[in-house]
């Protein structure tokens, strides 16, 4: 019989500390740091190959799965877990990439690597023009902000009630500067703002392109019959998630978004505390987002009613039963005096099992 070799890989940009361990012992039976390059990563697991099954581990992060699919196409089984599941001890002192390797190694021999969903390239390339887009209003919003506190700086205050309106607008355009580099700075800021108002109206576009086309349409047609939830959530639940099978229960998927409340319980004590803010942090506060439209009791609105248009009727049924209960659970919690984001964040919590129980067909 093969032995079986575990590899645990701290992968980096140039190069890749490898640790391997057999079966049978937790000491490595090889440590060795090779350059992050096709031909290396090749030789080095041909030759681990001929010696037994191997199967390698490595952390989520900015190197991608690009690894993960090179390793694939060698016949390689190949997991990615993310970094929260490996504990790190707190008297541990010493950090290297040898030592993070064997870790990784350890909990993947240990059968406590459970592994991320790795999405095709379609899902990627879509889900980092999504991402693409969020960072692109981040940088809309911290532009206004910048230039806003440059005008009170220098005693320019609007007086109006709401900000970056057409009022607004046409407030700034009338400012007028007595130094020329005053001035100069204000366009600077000014014409940034149009700039990437401008750039994620275009995305905002392209993102409806996308949703419409034949691989999302069905997806995000469906999710679309939720209130709050148009294109940009719906096409980011169904990139970012992919398999939602892959959840037994509601609770997995919620667990998945990290909106599930931390707990620290001891003996016959149970203490619970704020949610865990693990796993997918984009699609948490884009859902989170959402949960905002379910401040206030109204029926369907005529914009939702239209997105509704041509969707089954147990899905519009089961649309208008989460609308009804994620409105009344917002005017519970909120007449119980709770903070407004902790309301927000309970019907988020909720808004996700109604989302996993209408992507994997249990809408009765």
């Known amino acids: ?45 041909n030759k681990l190959k001929k010696s037994g099954t191997v199967i390698a581990c490595y952390e989520a992060g900015s190197m991608g799965f690009e690894l993960y699919r090179f390793l694939e196409t060698m016949g390689i089984e190949c997991r990615i877990i993310a970094p929260g599941r ?15 390797a ?21 899902d990627e390339a879509v889900r980092d023009f999504l991402r693409a887009r969020a960072d692109m209003k981040l940088d809309l919003t911290r532009t206004k902000q910048r230039l806003h506190k440059f005008l009170l700086r220098h005693g320019y205050i609007y007086n109006g009630v709401n900000y970056w309106t057409l009022a607004h607008d046409k407030w700034l355009k009338s400012l007028s ?53 148009d294109y940009l959530t719906a096409l980011s639940v169904v990139c970012e998630v992919g398999d939602f099978h892959r959840f037994a229960n509601a609770s997995q998927f919620m667990s998945f978004l990290g909106l599930i409340p931390s707990e620290a319980s001891s003996g016959g004590k149970r203490k619970q505390g704020s949610i865990t803010k693990t796993g997918n942090g984009y699609l948490r506060k884009l859902l989170i987002e959402t949960s905002w439209h379910y401040r206030y009791s109204f029926p369907p ?19 208008n039963r989460a609308l009804k209960r994620l409105q009344k659970k917002f005017s519970r919690l909120s007449f119980k005096g709770k903070k407004s984001q902790l309301v927000v964040t309970a019907v988020a919590r909720e808004l996700c099992g109604f989302i996993w129980g209408l992507m994997v067909g249990q809408t009765t």
């Open 86 to 100: 490996i504990v790190k001890s707190q008297s541990r002192r010493v950090k290297t990439d040898a030592r993070d």
């Open 102 to 122: 064997l870790s990784i190694a350890r909990v993947l021999k240990n059968g406590e690597a459970v592994s991320i969903r790795v999405p095709d390239r379609e």
């Open 301 to 319: 609105s005529k914009r939702l009613r239209e997105r509704r248009e041509g969707q089954p009727k147990e899905i519009i049924i089961y649309a």
């Open 177 to 229: 500067f007595p130094e020329t580099m005053l001035k100069e700075t204000f366009d600077t800021y000014y014409f940034l703002i149009q700039e990437y108002k401008e750039q994620v109206k275009l995305m905002d576009q392209r993102v409806e392109e996308i949703a419409k086309s034949e691989v999302y349409v069905k997806d995000v047609s469906k999710l679309r019959c939720f209130k709050g939830i």
């Open 1 to 45: 019989m093969k032995k079986i070799l575990f590899v645990g890989m701290d992968v980096h940009k140039d190069t890749i500390s490898n640790a391997v361990l057999n079966g049978h012992d937790n000491v490595p039976e090889l440590e060795i740091k090779l350059p992050n390059r096709e031909k290396s990563i090749r030789k080095f697991f």
